[in-house]
């Protein structure tokens, strides 16, 4: 063949390869700007994240509204903090951690948030806010979200679905948070809402019938069938009789927050109180950086659990079974600098 010829042909393939390649850059281009129109970030609208992290913005706040209120949270920090170094033979009885000690730990991927919830301490509504969160535009109005709903565990994913390293990272890398209520009414509100409302009868079937049988003497048949008529007095004397603890752990609405949330082994970064739950949950959404658009929802509930309840139920329990049952919820109190009770009679 020719040099002419092959010259030619070269010529011809390195022009097409040109071309091609041009060709391709153009369409790169072309679908680059139709994204950059759709969204001029190039991040999911509804999770867009700002420059900051929420830890970043907690430990190093460039507001200073932000600074003031860090102040209160470091002093409350340092509260768990001393309160588990002074009763680490308690506090820390169990040195590891396993996947099913996180289950109560929620985890919001886009915002870098891990949520502690205690029942009774407004967790509806925060499982409402996380499935806001995390619902990638799904929901916009927590209170839009059916109670019911918001309890469904697949609607929330939580920390002990990850593996290890996955477990370790987000520990280390996301903020983490909790909300705590004075022990003994969050105590009384989960009596009340577990065994006085009629409808809770799957409670009645499983805590009540067992509560009436150990505590009531010449309890009836229809009582130990029903298991509806359980007395503060039987609820208190159940949770300090040693056979209940050793037979299985407290269920969630009762059990100790230290032993849902193992604050002495899991450092939370941000513990809410639900005394003052809407400053700290708006708070909490500002540092994520939602705040501007997404509030606590709150709402006027009457039948809520006061300490003036609290007191009128504590005032049929022993001296000695108030002394017993402070014993069980004392690293509570002690943890989330709560007083003791006026009303106590402690021995």
Request: proline share 4%; glycine share 4%.
């Amino acid at each position: 063949m020719k040099p002419g010829l092959l010259e030619v042909m070269r010529m011809n393939r390195i022009c097409r390869m040109v071309l091609a390649t041009c060709l391709g850059s153009f369409i790169l281009v072309i679908f680059y700007f139709q994204i950059m129109r759709r969204n001029p970030f190039g991040v999911d609208i509804c999770c867009r994240k700002g420059s900051r992290s929420p830890l970043q913005e907690l430990y190093n706040p460039t507001q200073l509204e932000l600074s003031n209120t860090a102040v209160l949270h470091q002093m409350r920090r340092d509260q768990v903090t001393d309160t588990c170094r002074a009763n680490s033979a308690v506090s820390r009885k169990r040195r590891v951690l396993t996947p099913n000690d996180l289950k109560h730990l929620v985890v919001d991927e886009d915002h870098e948030l891990i949520y502690c919830y205690v029942p009774k301490v407004a967790c509806t509504n925060w499982k409402r806010l996380m499935m806001v969160l995390t619902g990638r535009g799904k929901y916009s109005d927590p209170m839009e979200i059916p109670a019911n709903e918001a309890h469904v565990s697949a609607n929330l994913k939580t920390l002990n679905q990850y593996s290890i390293p996955e477990i370790n990272h987000r520990l280390k890398s996301y903020m983490k948070f909790l909300f705590v209520r004075e022990p003994f009414e969050r105590l009384v509100s989960a009596y009340r809402n577990k065994f006085t409302q009629k409808y809770n009868t799957s409670f009645h079937k499983r805590y009540g019938t067992k509560i009436i049988k150990r505590q009531r003497k010449n309890a009836t048949q229809e009582a130990l069938r029903k298991g509806d008529d359980v007395k503060f007095e039987e609820f208190v004397a159940y949770l300090i009789d040693p056979h209940t603890q050793r037979e299985e752990p407290f269920n969630e609405h009762w059990q100790t927050v230290y032993s849902l949330c193992h604050p002495c082994h899991i450092h939370y970064d941000l513990v809410g109180k639900y005394e003052t739950l809407e400053e700290d949950s708006n708070y909490v959404l500002q540092l994520a950086g939602v705040g501007s658009y997404l509030k606590f929802p709150t709402y006027a509930k009457s039948t809520r659990t006061t300490d003036e309840m609290t007191t009128e139920f504590f005032q049929n329990i022993s001296s000695e079974h108030q002394t017993q049952l402070y014993e069980v919820y004392k690293l509570d109190f002690l943890m989330f600098n709560y007083s003791v009770p006026s009303y106590l009679k402690l021995e």
